[in-house]
């Protein structure tokens, strides 16, 4: 590993993956739950990159697939009220 503060954003980034599960069960309750297990099996090694960005960079966020809409998530999740 390097100096990640080399990389790091200089303003805060939020990156939304949205929109990207895949339908691949459908018409029974456990139908999203399953989608999203297979979407993060298809790009395991893509999520944990992201994942590994958001631990290692101190202005770096990825909300992942399965929390929300997009609207949502930035009302809830990314949202500041004071700067």
């Known amino acids: 590993g390097g100096d990640t503060s080399k ?3 200089q303003v805060p ?3 939304v ?5 895949m339908v691949d069960e459908f018409g029974h309750p456990k ?3 399953q989608n999203v297990e297979i979407e993060y099996y298809r790009n395991g090694e893509r ?3 992201l994942k590994w960005g958001s ?4 202005n770096f966020k990825a909300v992942p697939p ?6 949502q998530v930035n ?3 990314i949202a500041q009220a004071v700067w």
């Open 7 to 9: 990389i790091n954003p």
């Open 13 to 15: 980034v939020h990156l």
């Open 17 to 21: 993956i949205d929109h990207s599960v």
């Open 31 to 33: 139908a999203f739950e």
């Open 47 to 49: 999520y944990d990159f």
């Open 55 to 58: 631990k290692s960079l101190a």
């Open 66 to 71: 399965g929390t929300g809409i997009c609207h």
């Open 75 to 77: 009302l809830e999740h």
